[in-house]
């Protein structure tokens, strides 16, 4: 029996609802969704298995107001990733309708129109149907598309179909990623968002924008799991403010995090975090292989 496997990159102006979509898809938390735009630091994978086929989704960061180097190779790794796509998917925020960073988008998009590139109107719990069509019509209009859908990210509507349609499209080939090795890549992954999630609410705001978190070892045994974590910061400074007084602020985003480990994981968890400074890593090049960018 054969099987498929592809990659398919979702696009999308920020808080269109793309790490929404990819939670949904794979019912799992692996991407830090909040009202704030460009929170997104990686492009996390979602892995779906769907029949036969295997799809590797790549969720992609903002694509706007890139102004350092880091955050111009998020941009143009967003954009390296939907040029390998098998397939690429534009998420239109419903709500919002046609913005000049949408038409924007569409323009950068105009390139890779040789692959399947699907129009995905999302939030449609939200918006009447008059405007549903209406959006959907202007869509068209650019001849960009192989089809137009539309879905509701937040309430699951629509994925099912989303879902088999790209199934169909994957590449023939054999899986990427083993069973065991797509539930253990999300799982770390996961765990570090959760925490970055944590230092987000817990902090300033100026804060967790310099701030990176990586699980560097995870050992369940004995019906628990222990897990140790590194909240990376820039500046010395930095690092007093997430330890906090004599060591409040740690403990706090620690056991927040530990609480929801604990729910998702079903188990104890033993959560140890450490902070490091690494100075400058915003333009630092093993910065960006921690994160698997290219640059
Ligand atoms: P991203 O920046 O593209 O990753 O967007 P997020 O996934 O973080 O979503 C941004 C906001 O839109 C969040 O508040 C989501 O709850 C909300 N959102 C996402 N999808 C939907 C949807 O289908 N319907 C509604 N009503 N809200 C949604
Ligand atoms: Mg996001």
Redesign the pocket.
Known sequence: MTTSCGFVAII??????????INALVWQKI?????K????RTNVRGVVIEGRSQIIFI?TP?IFGAEHKFEKAMVKAAWAGAGDADAVLL?VDATKGITEGLEALLSALAPLAKKPIFAVI?????VKKERLLELATALSSHKLFREILF?????SDGLSELKSLLAGLMPQGPFHYPDDEVSDVQLRTLAAEITREKLFFLMAQELPYASLVETEQWDESEGMARISQVVYVQREAHKKMVIGEKGAMIKRIGSSSRRELEKMLGKKVHLELFVKVRAGWKDDRETYRLLNLNE
Request: positive net charge.
């Open positions: 999308g102006e920020p808080n269109a609802g793309k790490s929404t979509l991407a830090i969704t909040t009202p735009p460009q929170t997104t969720d903002g998420l999302n939030k449609l719990d939200k879905i509701s990210a937040l309430k």
